[in-house]
């Protein structure tokens, strides 16, 4: 069985350039990017799981419709299938412990997305089909988690999400859970003081820093006629 890992080094540093936009940009930190990335997957071969989140703040009520992230298959690209991702609550901070994901709003398996790059990290981008577009309201905290789903080929395969780059900081820190690697939900991605990135529970240590995934939402703000058509064919759909 190959090796585990669930922090690994990418390749080269990547300068992100996603070619096409489609939509308004709703949050971005796809900046620049750190060398590294943080295990996010699930492996039906092992089986194993990680999952890494982020959060983000919505500041205008509409739609979620696109996604633009970076990362890599550590085995290769012919390896990631495609990507489960998710938008949670938030809890926030306490004085014991750091904010992270709450009660799961949205998953998806998607299968169809774009990938640019000769060289990990590859910079990813998923269209959302219309009738999946996440609604996100104003002035609300939401979490976004992102996983490859490997292929089975009967052997452990794993996927990396670049974490932005160090340094470069919004809202709290990304969260990491594994019950494979034995973190329950939620520790925390940061950097510690010899500048290694690293997990930790609870309130952050002393002297590191806040770390973050790299990911950027895009979509549009409907027209208010276009929420109150929507709100009436759910009342016409449970009616019948």
């Not at 890992?5 to 990547?14: E, G, P, Q, R």
């Not at 071969?45 to 999952?51: V, Y």
């Not at 703040?57 to 419709?65: D, M, P, S």
């Not at 340094?167 to 950097?191: K, T």
């Amino acid at each position: 069985m190959r090796a585990l890992a669930f922090l690994a080094l990418a390749a080269f540093l990547v300068a992100p350039s996603f070619a096409d936009w489609n939509h308004p940009v709703k949050w971005n930190q796809m900046d620049a990017l750190d060398s590294y990335g943080g295990a996010s997957w699930i492996d039906n071969d092992t089986p194993s799981d990680a999952i890494s989140a982020d959060d983000f703040l919505c500041n205008q009520t509409g739609y979620i419709t696109d996604l633009h992230f970076a990362g890599w298959s550590i085995y290769g690209e012919a390896y990631l299938t495609g990507f489960r991702v998710q938008f949670w609550t938030d809890v926030p901070a306490t004085p014991n412990d750091a904010s992270h994901p709450g009660t799961m709003l949205w998953s998806r398996d998607i299968y169809t997305y774009n990938t640019t790059g000769s060289a990990a990290p590859f910079l990813y981008e998923i269209d959302i089909p219309q009738a999946d577009w996440f609604t996100q309201t104003q002035g609300n905290i939401y979490w976004i988690s992102i996983q490859g789903l490997m292929l089975n080929d009967g052997f452990f395969d794993g996927w990396y999400w670049s974490f932005r780059q160090r340094g470069l900081h919004n809202l709290d820190n990304a969260a990491f859970a594994s019950q494979y690697f034995g973190y329950a939900p939620w520790a925390h991605w940061a950097v510690s003081t010899a500048n290694s990135v690293v997990l930790y529970n609870g309130t952050m240590p002393p002297g590191y820093t806040s770390l973050d995934m790299a990911f950027a939402l895009t979509g549009i703000v409907p027209e208010p006629a276009t929420f109150g058509l929507v709100g009436l064919g759910l009342l016409l759909l449970r009616r019948r």
